[in-house]
C-alpha cells in the first residue's frame, strides 16, 4: 500500500532529498560516484532493515517510496507496521533488488525512519507516563519542510496532533493580547472575522473568565504549575477544552496530566527527539 498523508507530497519529497544527496544540478553531480564506479550495474542484493533499541516505527512506508524510486520492481517485504512498539534486534522490512539502488537510497531512508521512529518512541514514553489521564498533543516546532511526517510520527507514538499550522485554528499568545489591549478583546476580534476554532493563551486565573465570555473555544494554559492548573480546570468547568501548556518535561507530565486538563502539549516531541538507531545490512546475491 503506497504511503499517504493529507498535504503532503511523497512523491515530490522524495525526489528531492535523492536529489539533494545526489547533488543533482551541482557541478560533477547527478550521480553516486561510490556506487557507480564499485558496484556493478546489474548487481544484485538482498537487505534487511532492523532496529536495535527498542522503539516506536514510524516511516516505513516513505522507506520503501525512496527505494521503490530507484527500483520500481525491488521486492519489499514489511515485517511490522508503524506504530508498533518493538524490543530491540526487531526486523522491521526485507528488500531484495538492484544493489546500486538500494545504496543510494539506503542513507535517505535510514535517516527518515531513524528521525520519525525517534519522534514516534519520545512520543509514546510521554503517553505512557500520563498514566492515561488527559491527551498529549505536539505543537507546530517542528523543522521546516517536515512538519506533515513529523506530526505524523506523533500520532504513530499516541499523541493527538495540535494545529497543523496557521490556517486551521486561531491561537491567540501574549503579543496578540498585548497589541489588542487584552484577551477579551483579542478573542472577540477573532470571533467577528469569522474564525471558528480560537485558541486563546492565559496564563493568569484572572484571564480566564473575559476569554471565555468572547468566545474562546480552547483555553491554554501557559506554564502554570500543578496548583495553579487545578484553579483554572475548576474555573473553566468543562466549559471549553483546557491544556497545559509549557516546560513540561517527563518527569512532571504525570502531575500535569492529573490535574484535569483535557490535553498536555509538549514541543520537545519534534524539537528534541534523539534518532532512533535503525540499521540496513546488505547481501550480495
Known sequence: MTFSLPGFDLNHFVRATLDEDLGLGLPGGGQDVTSESVIPADARFSGVMDSRDAITVAGLGIAVAFFRALDPDMAIELLVEDGAQIGPGTDL?????????MLTAERAALNTVQHLSGIATMTRTYVDAMQGHATLLDTRKTIPGLRHLEKYA???????????GLW?????KDNHVLV????????RRAREAGVKSIICEVDRIDQIEPALAAGASHLLLDNMD????RQAVALIAGRVPSEASGGVRLDTIAAIAATGVTYVSVGRLTQSAPAADVGL?????
Open 93 to 101: 522490512m526485507r528488500i531484495e533488488g538492484n544493489a546500486r539502488a
Open 154 to 164: 506523533t500520532r504513530m507514538g499516541g499523541a493527538t496532533n495540535h494545529r497543523m
Open 168 to 172: 486551521d485554528a486561531a491561537m491567540i
Open 180 to 187: 489588542a489591549g487584552g484577551v477579551g478583546e483579542a478573542v
Open 226 to 229: 500543578v496548583p495553579m492548573l
Open 281 to 285: 545490512d546488505f547481501t550480495p546475491l
